[in-house]
């Protein structure tokens, strides 16, 4: 780490998460619940839209404050989920 900026420094050889095949990506994230799922969206931009390839779909209300909050998650997840 730069302890002049506080910025982590990139490894020269790339992103070993990024490089790992989507079947593995896949079974990683099936073992977490949606919401955790969707923010692994962030770390690059080919996991932006991976977790809407998971096998399935796992809402738990412990993580929102009000049913309105966890219905508007919900609703907006399934808004994006792929239809088949």
Do not use: Q
């Not at 080919?46 to 993580?63: A, E, H, M, N, V």
């Not at 929102?64 to 088949?84: N, Q």
Request: contains cysteine.
């Amino acid at each position: 780490m730069d302890s002049r900026c506080g910025k982590i420094r990139m490894n020269v050889e790339g992103d070993r998460l990024s490089s790992l095949p989507d079947d593995l990506i896949l079974k990683t994230l099936s073992f977490i619940d949606t919401k955790h799922a969707i923010r692994t969206s962030v770390l690059s931009s080919r996991w932006r839209y991976i977790w809407t390839s998971t096998p399935r779909l796992d809402f738990s209300t412990r993580d929102f404050r009000t049913l309105a909050k966890f219905s508007k998650f919900v609703t907006g997840v399934l808004s994006i989920w792929p239809k088949e």
